[in-house]
DNA sequence: GCGACAG
DNA sequence: ATCTTGTCGC
C-alpha cells in the first residue's frame, strides 16, 4: 500500500509553485462576458436568426471509500425547457494528483476533458453549449477556479457551481448564512457575493425555501455572471441544478456498480490517468478549438 | 505562528 | 469527496 502520496499527501512546494504558475497562464485566456452565440429563449424572441440554449451540461465525479484514487468521472448533457437527459457518459479511472485545495482541475479536469474530446470526435449533436461544473469558477483565492479551468481549456461556456464556499476575499459561509438571516433579505434566495475589496466574486443562492444551505455560482468562462445565474435557476429543480445532480448520481452509482464487478472480474480495472504532468493538462485536440 | 481551505 | 438512519413535512 504505497499510494498514500498520491491520493491524498503531500504535494512539492516547486509543484504548488507550477500549479500557480499554469493557473496564470490560463487565466489569461479567461472571458468573463457573455461570449456565444445563442439566447437564453427569455419568451417571444422569435428570431430565427439566433439559436437558443437548449444543451446544458453538467460534470461530477465520485470516489470510492476504500481506496480515494479510483473515481468516476460523469458528463451528462439535459435538454432545455424540459431537462430530459439526451446524453450521459462515463471515465472509471485511477487518479495520481492529489485534491489541494485550490487547484482541483488540476486533479479533475483531465479526465473531463476527454469526455468533452469523445463528444466531440464523435460529432455528437448534443454537444452542450454551456457546461455546469461542480466547483468554483473566479469565486477563488486567485480568481481561476476549476470552472475556469476546464471552460478555457475546452474553450466553452462553463459555470461554476459550489455546494461549499472556499473562502475569499473575506467572504465566509457564517457571513453568507447571516446576510440571508437579515430580515430584509428573510426571503431573498439570492445575494451578491462582494468580497472586502468591492468586487463581486459571485452569488449565493437558495434555490427551494426549504433548503437553509445556499449553493455558490460563480462565472466559469465565456459568460456573465447573470447570464450563468440565470441558467442555473431554470435548471433547478432542488437543491443543486441537474445538470450537476444527475452527473453526481449517476457517477455514484456506476462507481458502485463497478466496485462489486471488480471483485469478479479482475481484469476490469480503473484506467490509470497519466497526466500527472502539468504540462499535459491540456489535451491536444482541444487546443485546435482556439 | 495559527487557522481556513471548492471536491 | 466519503462515512450514514431515521425522520419531519408536503
Same mark, same amino acid.
Given at each position: 500500500?504505497?499510494?498514500?502520496?498520491?491520493?491524498?499527501?503531500?504535494?512539492?512546494?516547486?509543484?504548488?509553485?507550477?500549479? &500557480?504558475?499554469?493557473?496564470?497562464?490560463?487565466?489569461?485566456?479567461?472571458?468573463?462576458?457573455?461570449?456565444?452565440?445563442?439566447?437564453? %429563449?427569455?419568451?417571444?424572441?422569435? &428570431?430565427?436568426?439566433?439559436?437558443?440554449?437548449?444543451?446544458?451540461?453538467?460534470?461530477? +465525479?465520485?470516489?470510492?471509500?476504500?481506496?480515494?484514487?479510483?473515481?468516476?468521472?460523469?458528463?451528462?448533457?439535459?435538454?432545455?425547457? %424540459?431537462?430530459?437527459?439526451?446524453?450521459?457518459?462515463?471515465?472509471?479511472? #485511477?487518479?495520481?494528483?492529489?485534491?489541494?485545495?485550490?487547484?482541483?482541475?488540476?486533479?479533475?479536469?483531465?479526465?473531463? =476533458? /476527454?469526455?468533452? /474530446?469523445? +463528444?466531440?470526435?464523435?460529432?455528437?449533436?448534443?454537444?452542450?453549449?454551456?457546461?455546469?461544473?461542480?466547483?468554483?469558477?473566479?469565486?477563488?483565492?486567485?480568481?481561476?477556479?476549476?470552472?475556469?479551468?476546464?471552460?478555457?481549456?475546452?474553450?466553452?461556456?462553463?459555470?461554476?457551481?459550489?455546494?461549499?464556499?472556499?473562502?475569499?476575499?473575506?467572504?465566509? !459561509?457564517?457571513?453568507?448564512?447571516?446576510?440571508? /438571516? =437579515?430580515?430584509?433579505?428573510?426571503?431573498?434566495?439570492?445575494?451578491?457575493?462582494?468580497?472586502?475589496?468591492?468586487?463581486?466574486?459571485?452569488?449565493?443562492?437558495?434555490?427551494? +425555501?426549504?433548503?437553509?444551505?445556499?449553493?455558490?455560482?460563480?462565472?466559469?468562462? &465565456?459568460?456573465?455572471?447573470?447570464?450563468?445565474?440565470?441558467?442555473?435557476? +431554470? @435548471?433547478?429543480?432542488? &437543491?443543486?441544478?441537474?445538470?450537476?445532480?444527475?452527473?453526481?448520481? #449517476?457517477?455514484?452509482?456506476?462507481? !458502485?456498480?463497478? !466496485? =462489486? @464487478?471488480?471483485?469478479?472480474?479482475?481484469?476490469? !480495472?480503473?484506467?490509470? /490517468?497519466?497526466?500527472?504532468?502539468?504540462?499535459?493538462?491540456?489535451? @491536444?485536440?482541444?487546443?485546435?478549438?482556439?
Amino acid at each position: 500500500m504505497d499510494e498514500e502520496g498520491a491520493s491524498s499527501g503531500s504535494l512539492s512546494g516547486i509543484q504548488l509553485k507550477n500549479w &500557480r504558475e499554469e493557473q496564470d497562464r490560463l487565466k489569461e485566456k479567461l472571458i468573463a462576458y457573455d461570449d456565444f452565440p445563442w439566447k437564453l %429563449s427569455s419568451s417571444m424572441e422569435l &428570431r430565427e436568426e439566433s439559436e437558443t440554449l437548449k444543451y446544458v451540461g453538467g460534470v461530477d +465525479m465520485s470516489f470510492s471509500k476504500e481506496d480515494s484514487s479510483v473515481a468516476c468521472a460523469c458528463l451528462v448533457v439535459l435538454e432545455l425547457p %424540459s431537462l430530459r437527459l439526451v446524453h450521459h457518459d462515463f471515465s472509471f479511472l #485511477r487518479l495520481h494528483v492529489p485534491y489541494v485545495p485550490g487547484f482541483l482541475a488540476f486533479r479533475e479536469a483531465p479526465v473531463l =476533458l /476527454q469526455l468533452l /474530446q469523445k +463528444m466531440r470526435d464523435d460529432q455528437n449533436p448534443f454537444f452542450p453549449q454551456v457546461l455546469m461544473v461542480d466547483g468554483n469558477g473566479i469565486l477563488h483565492p486567485r480568481g481561476f477556479g476549476s470552472a475556469c479551468h476546464l471552460g478555457v481549456l475546452a474553450h466553452l461556456p462553463t459555470i461554476g457551481v459550489g455546494k461549499n464556499l472556499h473562502h475569499v476575499d473575506g467572504l465566509n !459561509q457564517s457571513e453568507v448564512r447571516r446576510l440571508f /438571516q =437579515l430580515k430584509e433579505n428573510e426571503h431573498e434566495q439570492v445575494i451578491t457575493l462582494v468580497g472586502n475589496s468591492g468586487l463581486t466574486w459571485g452569488v449565493g443562492f437558495r434555490p427551494t +425555501m426549504s433548503s437553509l444551505k445556499p449553493i455558490y455560482v460563480s462565472v466559469g468562462h &465565456r459568460i456573465s455572471l447573470d447570464s450563468a445565474f440565470k441558467i442555473v435557476k +431554470m @435548471t433547478c429543480k432542488y &437543491r443543486v441544478p441537474e445538470p450537476i445532480r444527475q452527473a453526481d448520481m #449517476r457517477s455514484r452509482a456506476y462507481l !458502485q456498480e463497478h !466496485q =462489486l @464487478t471488480l471483485l469478479k472480474e479482475p481484469g476490469l !480495472q480503473p484506467t490509470d /490517468q497519466v497526466t500527472c504532468d502539468v504540462s499535459s493538462a491540456v489535451l @491536444t485536440p482541444l487546443i485546435n478549438m482556439y
